[in-house]
């Protein structure tokens, strides 16, 4: 290894530290940064922007914005507050599928944020740690965007696997029942074998005799009133995903029901969404100059810088060394085809996106392994260990993170002195652990 490379590593290392470090959109401002260090002064040529990734998220995220701005996102949180507060025992399992279902259908986390009350005042009701549902609602929200037929990072996996068998609905009817499923299991082994107790946690007693506890609020009796076209965008929203999904599936080579194929997926998707945000701000009424003032379109925006900028920086930096990279990824991979999913693992806790790195890593292992349409046997491989790009909950910096954090008044979600020992992790792990292993099972059946 000369001095180049190492300098190369250096750099590619740093830039994602700094982007770390800067946070939100920090990590896309960073990669570019990395870039320009790369090229002009270590004479790397710049790698492919991933402009497909980045126009499918803004279009979902200007449909999603279009139906917040009209009160869908609200409607569906009274949906599922409804549920949780009615089934308040079961808390562990109901709290992380509304998340999970949320982010399905929304393509972004970001939807748990809105959950994350509620699940601590039905957890104090239950004297159950807010942090044994929290943690799992969290994760889940984070691994269903490997489920979620609107997300980035499935659209770019599928983009990538097409060619090779793997359909867009193919992926979809992977990934979305070991996801859960995984979820599901995690949420039983937490309850079976931690302490959920709440009365027992002496933080929570320290709180509690200070003050610092509010006590448990009774369910709304009434919900705020919901704009006349709530409903509404839910609806057009819906039928919206269920079009581009039925359409992926008719293009598909399995499937072939329309042939020629004018319009491709990803230009489907870009403008099935813009026509939902249209139908949307029509009928619903939706004052489009207030549409950049969502939470929704300000999320979404930062995703598009991050992807940016870190799968460019990552695209350039494996050019410049596919060939090694191919030979030890290559060996790697078949000896031990678990250790996709353990570098996909590492690769998502530093890159903080499911779709960056997906962007950055599948191309190169797609290479590194021959495949082809020809020789595809090693894409179950590639299915299977999908999942592993969700590991956003290592370091306890990520926003849903730390609102859960902020949000439990009880104290007892809370982040320990070794940064790492926080109630997001094992969950986390095991969930991630439990989906990849199914979908090893799941997978090779399927494909």
């Known amino acids: ?12 290392l740093a830039a994602i ?7 939100g959109m920090g990590i896309g401002y960073a990669g570019g940064l990395g870039v320009v260090v790369l090229t002009l002064c270590l004479g790397m040529h710049p790698g492919a922007i991933p402009w497909d990734v980045i126009l499918i998220i803004m279009s979902v995220i200007g449909a999603i914005s279009a139906m917040q701005l009209a009160g869908g996102l609200d409607y569906l949180v009274q949906i599922a507050e409804k549920i949780l507060r009615r089934n308040p025992k079961h808390i562990n399992y109901l709290a992380p599928t509304v998340t999970y279902v949320l982010t399905v259908l929304a393509g972004t986390g970001h939807t748990a944020f809105s959950m994350i009350p509620v699940i601590v005042e039905v957890a104090k009701g239950q004297n159950i740690k807010p942090s044994v549902p929290l943690s799992i609602s969290v994760v889940a929200s984070q691994i269903a965007i490997t489920a979620s037929p609107v997300s ?3 659209v770019a996996m599928s983009g990538f696997l097409e060619p090779f068998g793997c359909s867009y609905p193919m992926l979809l009817a992977i990934c979305i029942p070991t ?16 302490n959920t107790d709440l009365s027992s946690d002496p933080v929570y007693q320290q709180r509690l005799k200070s003050g610092a506890v509010t006590p448990a609020k009774q369910a709304n009796k009434g919900y705020a009133q919901l704009p006349k076209g709530a409903k509404l965008s839910v609806y057009i929203f819906l039928v919206g995903v269920v079009a581009v999904v039925f359409y992926a599936t008719a293009i598909s080579k399995n499937v072939h029901w329309i042939s020629p194929v004018i319009l491709p997926r990803n230009d489907a998707i870009v403008s099935f969404m813009l026509g939902i945000a249209t139908l949307i701000t029509m009928f619903c009424k939706v004052k489009s100059s207030e549409l950049v003032n969502t939470s929704t379109f300000k999320s979404g925006l930062s995703a598009c810088v991050c992807v940016l900028g870190v799968a460019w920086l990552g695209d350039t930096f494996v050019k410049g060394h596919i ?15 678990f250790m996709l999913a353990v570098a996909l693992f590492f690769a998502s806790m530093l890159l903080y996106s499911q779709a960056a ?3 950055a890593l599948i191309p190169t292992v797609i290479v590194a392994l021959g495949i082809t349409p020809q020789h595809n046997a090693s894409v179950p491989i590639l299915v299977a260990s999908f999942a592993a790009v969700s590991a956003l909950f290592v370091l306890p910096t990520y926003p849903t993170l730390l609102g859960a954090v902020q949000m439990d ?17 094992i969950p986390g792990v095991l969930a991630i652990a439990l989906s990849v292993a199914l979908g090893f099972v799941v ?3 399927m494909l």
């Open 179 to 194: 996801t859960y499923i995984g979820c599901m299991l995690t949420a039983f082994i937490m309850t079976k074998f931690m």
């Open 323 to 337: 060939a090694g990279i191919k030979m030890i990824a290559s060996s790697m991979v078949v000896n031990y085809p």
């Open 1 to 12: 290894m000369d001095i180049s490379i190492i300098l190369q590593i250096i750099v590619l």
């Open 152 to 154: 980035a990072a499935v």
């Open 357 to 359: 790195t997906t962007q």
């Open 17 to 23: 530290f700094l982007g770390v470090k800067l946070g």
């Open 409 to 425: 008044d009880t104290g007892t979600t809370r982040i320990g002195k070794y940064v790492f020992n926080h109630p997001f992790f």
């Open 443 to 445: 997978a090779p059946i």
